[in-house]
């Protein structure tokens, strides 16, 4: 069974910038595409970046030149670095496993980290 652990979240000011992790535990090969997604207070939750298991990369229009996802095979662990940040990317950031590899289906998720920016 897959466990994801997200960590690096927290509060900055509006053009601050974070990192945060996301560790597979329990990981035992395959295909995997992983994501980023996004939930904002009162909102429905969204997508913000994808890499599947070819290191290929998806970014939502929103945080296109400003965020980068990426991820260390060797250490099972994905990335989300997070530049420019605005008020507006304030919310509980979780990421999330497709073992099918089709960033479609995403059976596996994490308990989410905050992150707020204020202006």
């Known amino acids: 069974q897959l466990q994801l652990v997200e960590s690096g979240g927290g509060s900055v000011q509006a053009g601050g910038s974070l990192r945060l992790s996301c560790a597979a535990w329990g990981y035992t090969g395959g295909s995997y595409c992983m994501a980023w997604f996004r939930q904002a207070p009162g909102k429905e939750r969204e997508g913000v970046a994808t890499i599947d298991s070819g290191g290929s990369t998806s970014l939502a229009d929103s945080v296109k030149g400003r965020f980068t996802i990426s991820k260390d095979n060797a250490k099972n662990t994905l990335y989300l670095e997070m530049n420019s940040l605005k008020p507006e990317d304030t919310a509980m950031y979780y990421c999330?496993?497709?073992?099918?590899?089709?960033?479609?289906?995403?059976?596996?998720w994490g308990q989410g980290t905050q992150v707020t920016v204020s202006s």
């Open positions: 999330a496993a497709d073992p099918a590899g089709e960033c479609l289906g995403f059976a596996y």
